[in-house]
C-alpha cells in the first residue's frame, strides 16, 4: 500500500521531469548554394536578444561545402523557439562580403524561408519552435 502511494504520488513527477529535459535533433537542409566550395556557416539561435549577433549563437557550425544541397544535424536541443541564420562563405575568408549598400554578396538564408526586404529579420519573423526532432529546409538566396 505504501509503495503505491510513492509511486503515484512519483509519477507526475517523473514525467514532468522528462518532458522539462526533454533533447531533440535540428536537422537544417539547405539548398541553392551558388558553388560547391568554400563553407556554410549555420547560426542557431534561442532568444531574441542578440539575434544575429556574432558570439550570441546557442550553436554554431561551420561545415565544409561539398555539394549544392547539404544538410547538417544539431543534436541535444532542448525544446523551445529557435531561429536559423545561414550563409555561404564562398571565398572561405570568414565574413559575409557585401557591397557599398551593406547588401550580402554571399548567399545566405533563414528559418520559415524569410525574405528580407529592406532590413534583416527579426528573431521574431523566423522563429520556430521544435519539441521532438525536426527538419527545417533552407533555400538560399
Known amino acids: 500500500m505504501k509503495n503505491k502511494l510513492i509511486y503515484l504520488l512519483a509519477s507526475p513527477l ?3 521531469c522528462s ?5 531533440s ?3 537544417v537542409n539547405l539548398n541553392n548554394l551558388k558553388t560547391d566550395t568554400g563553407f556554410v556557416e549555420i547560426g542557431l539561435f534561442n532568444k531574441a536578444k542578440g539575434f544575429l549577433k556574432e558570439n550570441h549563437h546557442f550553436r554554431k557550425k561551420r561545415v565544409k561545402v561539398t555539394k549544392k544541397k547539404m544538410s547538417y544535424t544539431f543534436t541535444d536541443i532542448p525544446n523551445g523557439d529557435y531561429a536559423i541564420a545561414v550563409y555561404h562563405d564562398e571565398n572561405a575568408n570568414g565574413i559575409t562580403d ?3 549598400w551593406g547588401i550580402p554578396q554571399e ?3 533563414f528559418s520559415n524561408n524569410f525574405r528580407p526586404k529592406l532590413s534583416a529579420p527579426t528573431f521574431e519573423q523566423v522563429k520556430f519552435f521544435i519539441k521532438g526532432d525536426e527538419d527545417i529546409y533552407i533555400s538560399l538566396i
Request: hydrophobic share 40%.
Open 14 to 16: 517523473i514525467l514532468l
Open 19 to 23: 518532458e522539462l529535459s526533454a533533447q
Open 25 to 27: 535533433s535540428l536537422t
Open 98 to 100: 557585401k557591397n557599398f
Open 107 to 109: 548567399r545566405y538564408g
